[in-house]
């Protein structure tokens, strides 16, 4: 199954993937196995940049990430910075303002709340002028709401699309998911697709395991994934090392 010649670029998601509550070690150990055979590490999540843990960052020596969908990195040299636009910010606090449903803005730095969200900037009050004074450093790449907002019929943003979890709703810029990321880096890098390979396990990783070589799912992804995969391990904690462990070194 892997080209033993070949060098790939690996593509973890964090959450429920890489890390469920913490990353094991296990997982840190096969990723550094991984790195010192010289294939391309790149963290792939959902997260903006800004929302990512310092534990993510420091769980293996990548070589870039793609945050959020639309926000792309290789060797600390951004390739890509998309933003939503502000008109799609002034529809989501007016979203929030007929449903109550709390929003996280999530940018490159720093991330804001529209609702009560613990720890996190509020600008519920006097949104529209901080957005007036502050859209250009604010650098929002995506945004969450707490709830699937599916049925609503006004949940629908300019320049958007929504990605619908069970009890959230993640909203990224029209055009772009996990696996516009990918197809840059390997441009960019020469890597053959057969020569890439995803983990992942929810809703926003389905085209990126859809359009890598190997694709690999987590013990818990939802049953109808399994048309998406090469691999479901046998572990959420330590399944990114399963994988690695059975690919790579016949374990």
């Known amino acids: 199954m892997i080209n033993k010649t070949a060098r790939y670029c690996l593509f973890f998601d964090y959450d429920g993937t890489l890390s469920c509550n913490g990353v094991s070690e296990e997982n840190k150990a096969a990723l550094k196995k991984l790195h010192e055979l010289g294939h391309y590490l790149f963290l792939n999540t959902g997260r903006s940049k800004g929302f990512i843990p310092e534990e993510a960052f420091a769980a293996a020596d990548w070589d870039g990430i793609i945050a959020g969908t639309s926000y792309i990195e290789y060797k600390n040299t951004v390739l890509c910075n998309q933003g939503i636009s502000k008109e799609a910010l002034i529809q989501a606090k007016r979203f929030y303002d007929a449903h109550k449903i709390p929003c996280l803005f999530e940018g490159v730095k720093t ?38 907002i599916s049925s609503y019929e ?20 029209e055009g772009f998911d996990k696996a516009t990321g990918i197809r840059l880096l390997c441009e960019k890098l020469g890597v053959a697709r057969e020569h ?28 109808e994934f399994d048309r998406f995969a090469t691999i479901r391990t046998q572990s959420d904690t330590i399944g990114v090392a399963q994988a690695i462990n059975k690919l790579f070194f016949g374990e």
Not at 124 to 148: A, P, S, V
Not at 157 to 169: A, D, Q, S
């Open 111 to 148: 991330n804001y709340a529209i609702g009560k969200l613990e720890g996190i900037c509020n600008i519920t009050d006097g949104f529209e002028t901080y957005l007036d004074q502050n859209y250009d450093k604010m650098e929002i790449t995506k945004w969450t709401f707490c709830q699937n």
């Open 154 to 173: 006004d949940a629908h943003f300019p320049g958007c699309r929504n990605i619908y979890h069970p009890t959230y709703t993640e909203t990224v810029p």
């Open 196 to 223: 890439t390979i995803s983990f992942g396990d929810s809703e926003n990783d389905i085209e990126m395991l859809q359009y890598t070589g190997i694709s690999v799912i987590m013990k818990s992804a939802p049953p």
